[in-house]
Protein backbone atom coordinates (compact mmCIF):
# COMPACT_ATOMS: atom_id res chain seq x y z
CA UNK A 1 0.00 0.00 0.00
CA UNK A 2 1.51 3.23 -0.64
CA UNK A 3 0.71 5.47 2.58
CA UNK A 4 2.20 8.71 0.53
CA UNK A 5 1.08 12.37 0.92
CA UNK A 6 -0.77 14.09 -0.75
CA UNK A 7 -3.61 10.61 -2.04
CA UNK A 8 -4.05 8.36 0.32
CA UNK A 9 -6.44 7.14 -2.24
CA UNK A 10 -7.10 3.78 -1.08
CA UNK A 11 -8.28 5.19 2.09
CA UNK A 12 -10.39 7.10 0.27
CA UNK A 13 -12.10 4.10 -1.33
CA UNK A 14 -12.01 2.27 1.82
CA UNK A 15 -14.62 5.38 3.17
CA UNK A 16 -16.50 5.40 0.59
CA UNK A 17 -16.89 1.65 0.72
CA UNK A 18 -18.27 2.32 4.21
CA UNK A 19 -20.03 4.68 3.02
CA UNK A 20 -22.42 3.23 0.49
CA UNK A 21 -22.80 -0.04 3.07
CA UNK A 22 -23.94 2.38 6.03
CA UNK A 23 -26.14 4.57 3.59
CA UNK A 24 -27.65 1.17 2.76
CA UNK A 25 -28.32 -0.24 6.31
CA UNK A 26 -29.59 3.17 7.33
CA UNK A 27 -31.97 2.76 4.38
CA UNK A 28 -32.79 -0.93 5.37
CA UNK A 29 -33.15 -0.62 9.12
CA UNK A 30 -33.44 3.13 10.77
CA UNK A 31 -32.95 3.88 13.98
CA UNK A 32 -34.88 7.15 14.04
CA UNK A 33 -37.22 7.84 11.27
CA UNK A 34 -35.84 11.44 10.03
CA UNK A 35 -36.57 12.43 6.89
CA UNK A 36 -40.26 12.56 5.63
CA UNK A 37 -39.14 12.50 1.87
CA UNK A 38 -36.20 10.99 -0.18
CA UNK A 39 -35.41 14.56 -1.32
CA UNK A 40 -34.89 15.89 2.03
CA UNK A 41 -32.31 13.18 2.91
CA UNK A 42 -30.54 13.60 -0.68
CA UNK A 43 -30.17 17.41 0.30
CA UNK A 44 -28.80 16.46 4.10
CA UNK A 45 -26.24 13.90 2.68
CA UNK A 46 -24.75 15.78 -0.12
CA UNK A 47 -24.31 19.20 2.14
CA UNK A 48 -22.51 17.39 4.97
CA UNK A 49 -19.94 15.05 2.24
CA UNK A 50 -19.71 18.22 0.30
CA UNK A 51 -18.05 20.17 3.53
CA UNK A 52 -16.38 17.12 3.51
CA UNK A 53 -14.78 17.44 0.63
CA UNK A 54 -13.90 21.12 1.34
CA UNK A 55 -11.88 19.75 4.44
CA UNK A 56 -10.41 17.37 2.40
CA UNK A 57 -9.22 19.74 0.50
CA UNK A 58 -7.83 22.06 3.06
CA UNK A 59 -6.05 19.38 4.47
CA UNK A 60 -4.45 17.75 1.14
CA UNK A 61 -3.47 21.47 0.33
CA UNK A 62 -2.49 23.39 3.58
CA UNK A 63 -1.91 21.02 6.30
CA UNK A 64 -0.76 17.18 4.63
CA UNK A 65 2.89 18.57 3.53
CA UNK A 66 3.78 19.69 7.37
CA UNK A 67 2.29 16.50 8.65
CA UNK A 68 4.67 14.29 6.41
CA UNK A 69 7.49 17.34 7.13
CA UNK A 70 7.25 16.72 10.93
CA UNK A 71 6.77 12.59 11.36
CA UNK A 72 10.13 12.42 9.23
CA UNK A 73 12.14 15.27 10.50
CA UNK A 74 10.92 12.88 13.87
CA UNK A 75 12.58 10.35 12.17
CA UNK A 76 15.86 11.58 11.22
CA UNK A 77 16.29 13.19 14.69
CA UNK A 78 14.88 10.56 17.09
CA UNK A 79 12.66 12.47 18.21
CA UNK A 80 9.55 11.25 20.20
CA UNK A 81 8.18 8.85 22.10
CA UNK A 82 8.20 5.95 19.15
CA UNK A 83 11.59 6.93 18.65
CA UNK A 84 12.90 6.79 21.70
CA UNK A 85 12.61 2.96 22.16
CA UNK A 86 13.29 0.10 19.75
CA UNK A 87 9.79 -1.02 19.06
CA UNK A 88 8.84 -4.06 16.87
CA UNK A 89 7.37 -2.11 13.72
CA UNK A 90 3.80 -3.76 14.72
CA UNK A 91 4.15 -2.60 17.99
CA UNK A 92 5.02 0.83 16.75
CA UNK A 93 1.70 0.92 15.03
CA UNK A 94 -0.44 -0.18 17.53
CA UNK A 95 1.35 2.40 20.11
CA UNK A 96 0.80 5.35 17.51
CA UNK A 97 -2.67 4.40 16.98
CA UNK A 98 -3.37 4.27 20.79
CA UNK A 99 -1.61 7.43 21.65
CA UNK A 100 -3.09 9.22 18.49
CA UNK A 101 -6.07 8.39 19.65
CA UNK A 102 -5.52 9.96 23.19
CA UNK A 103 -4.80 13.12 21.65
CA UNK A 104 -7.99 13.15 19.39
CA UNK A 105 -10.30 12.18 23.08
CA UNK A 106 -8.41 15.20 24.30
CA UNK A 107 -8.92 17.74 21.82
CA UNK A 108 -12.60 16.29 21.76
CA UNK A 109 -12.88 17.29 25.11
CA UNK A 110 -11.38 20.64 24.58
CA UNK A 111 -13.98 21.59 22.03
CA UNK A 112 -16.65 21.25 24.52
CA UNK A 113 -14.79 23.23 27.53
CA UNK A 114 -13.32 25.69 25.63
CA UNK A 115 -15.62 28.43 24.28
CA UNK A 116 -13.55 29.83 21.52
CA UNK A 117 -13.21 25.73 20.07
CA UNK A 118 -17.06 25.24 20.87
CA UNK A 119 -17.94 27.82 18.24
CA UNK A 120 -16.96 25.54 15.20
CA UNK A 121 -17.34 22.33 16.84
CA UNK A 122 -21.22 23.44 17.57
CA UNK A 123 -21.54 22.92 13.97
CA UNK A 124 -21.39 19.37 13.56
CA UNK A 125 -23.77 19.34 17.05
CA UNK A 126 -25.87 21.39 14.86
CA UNK A 127 -27.22 18.88 12.78
CA UNK A 128 -30.69 17.54 14.46
CA UNK A 129 -30.78 14.52 11.67
CA UNK A 130 -27.59 13.01 12.55
CA UNK A 131 -26.98 10.05 10.08
CA UNK A 132 -23.53 8.62 8.35
CA UNK A 133 -23.04 11.72 6.45
CA UNK A 134 -22.98 13.63 9.39
CA UNK A 135 -18.83 11.87 9.97
CA UNK A 136 -18.48 14.21 7.72
CA UNK A 137 -19.84 18.00 8.93
CA UNK A 138 -16.98 19.44 10.43
CA UNK A 139 -16.61 23.40 10.19
CA UNK A 140 -13.48 24.06 8.33
CA UNK A 141 -12.41 26.14 11.10
CA UNK A 142 -12.14 23.15 13.25
CA UNK A 143 -10.54 21.03 11.35
CA UNK A 144 -7.95 23.80 10.26
CA UNK A 145 -7.21 24.51 14.33
CA UNK A 146 -6.96 20.29 14.64
CA UNK A 147 -4.49 19.60 11.86
CA UNK A 148 -2.35 23.14 12.83
CA UNK A 149 -2.23 21.49 16.37
CA UNK A 150 -1.23 17.80 15.19
CA UNK A 151 2.00 19.35 13.97
CA UNK A 152 3.52 19.31 17.51
CA UNK A 153 1.48 16.32 18.37
CA UNK A 154 3.05 14.22 15.41
CA UNK A 155 6.42 15.26 17.03
CA UNK A 156 5.94 14.29 20.49
CA UNK A 157 4.81 11.18 19.38
CA UNK A 158 7.23 10.31 16.66
CA UNK A 159 5.18 8.58 14.76
CA UNK A 160 5.49 7.60 10.33
CA UNK A 161 2.57 9.18 7.66
CA UNK A 162 2.07 5.40 7.20
CA UNK A 163 1.40 4.92 11.00
CA UNK A 164 -0.99 8.07 11.07
CA UNK A 165 -2.30 6.75 7.85
CA UNK A 166 -3.96 3.60 9.36
CA UNK A 167 -4.94 5.68 12.31
CA UNK A 168 -7.03 7.86 10.25
CA UNK A 169 -8.52 4.86 8.12
CA UNK A 170 -9.68 3.20 11.63
CA UNK A 171 -10.97 6.23 13.06
CA UNK A 172 -12.96 7.60 10.32
CA UNK A 173 -14.43 3.98 9.76
CA UNK A 174 -15.81 3.58 13.41
CA UNK A 175 -16.74 7.92 13.30
CA UNK A 176 -19.22 6.90 10.31
CA UNK A 177 -19.98 3.57 11.68
CA UNK A 178 -21.03 5.18 15.24
CA UNK A 179 -22.78 8.68 13.75
CA UNK A 180 -24.44 6.45 11.75
CA UNK A 181 -28.82 6.37 12.09
CA UNK A 182 -28.58 2.58 12.29
CA UNK A 183 -30.41 -0.56 14.68
CA UNK A 184 -27.66 -2.03 16.16
CA UNK A 185 -28.91 -5.11 18.26
CA UNK A 186 -28.16 -4.37 21.79
CA UNK A 187 -26.20 -6.99 22.68
CA UNK A 188 -24.32 -6.78 19.67
CA UNK A 189 -23.47 -2.99 20.72
CA UNK A 190 -22.70 -3.94 24.26
CA UNK A 191 -20.03 -6.19 23.65
CA UNK A 192 -18.53 -3.72 20.62
CA UNK A 193 -18.45 -0.79 22.88
CA UNK A 194 -16.00 -2.49 25.73
CA UNK A 195 -13.46 -1.35 23.00
CA UNK A 196 -14.73 0.85 19.87
CA UNK A 197 -17.21 3.76 20.39
CA UNK A 198 -21.02 2.68 19.35
CA UNK A 199 -23.88 4.33 17.41
CA UNK A 200 -25.41 4.02 21.18
CA UNK A 201 -22.46 5.95 22.79
CA UNK A 202 -22.54 8.67 20.32
CA UNK A 203 -26.02 9.63 19.90
CA UNK A 204 -26.24 10.38 23.68
CA UNK A 205 -23.06 12.75 22.35
CA UNK A 206 -25.18 14.43 20.00
CA UNK A 207 -27.77 14.80 22.41
CA UNK A 208 -29.35 18.64 22.45
CA UNK A 209 -29.21 18.06 26.77
CA UNK A 210 -25.87 19.49 27.48
CA UNK A 211 -25.33 17.59 30.10
CA UNK A 212 -25.89 14.44 27.77
CA UNK A 213 -23.50 16.21 24.82
CA UNK A 214 -20.63 16.87 27.32
CA UNK A 215 -19.74 13.13 27.12
CA UNK A 216 -19.02 10.12 25.56
CA UNK A 217 -16.00 12.01 24.09
CA UNK A 218 -14.22 9.05 22.62
CA UNK A 219 -13.51 8.76 18.87
CA UNK A 220 -12.25 5.50 18.16
CA UNK A 221 -11.46 3.74 21.20
CA UNK A 222 -14.44 3.71 23.51
CA UNK A 223 -11.93 3.38 26.77
CA UNK A 224 -11.00 6.77 27.08
CA UNK A 225 -14.43 7.41 28.59
CA UNK A 226 -14.44 4.96 31.34
CA UNK A 227 -10.81 6.52 32.37
CA UNK A 228 -11.91 9.44 32.26
CA UNK A 229 -15.00 9.60 34.06
CA UNK A 230 -17.32 10.67 30.75
CA UNK A 231 -18.99 7.67 29.55
CA UNK A 232 -22.65 8.41 29.55
CA UNK A 233 -25.90 5.77 28.51
CA UNK A 234 -29.41 6.80 29.14
CA UNK A 235 -32.40 4.25 29.39
CA UNK A 236 -34.40 5.46 26.74
CA UNK A 237 -32.14 6.73 23.79
CA UNK A 238 -35.21 6.38 21.16
CA UNK A 239 -36.09 10.11 23.11
CA UNK A 240 -32.68 11.39 22.47
CA UNK A 241 -33.39 15.13 20.12
CA UNK A 242 -30.15 15.65 18.43
CA UNK A 243 -28.99 19.24 17.95
CA UNK A 244 -28.04 22.09 19.99
CA UNK A 245 -29.53 24.19 22.69
CA UNK A 246 -27.34 27.46 22.84
Not at 16 to 36: I, M, S
Not at 51 to 78: C, D, E, K, P, Y
Not at 103 to 117: E, I, K, P, Q, S
Not at 145 to 163: D, K, M
Amino acid sequence: MDFSVPAFSWRTALSLGGLVVLLAWETAQPYFPLFRRIGERARHGALNLALGLLNAAVIALAFAVAWLAVTQWSAAHRFGLLNAFDFHPWQRAALAVFLLDAWTYGWHWLNHRVAFFWRFHRWHHADRTMDVTTASRFHTGEIALSAILRVPVLALIGCTIAELAVYELLLFAVVQFHHANIAVPEHFDRALRLVIVTPALHKVHHSEVRAESDSNYSSLFSWWDRVFRTLRLVREPRKIVFGVQD
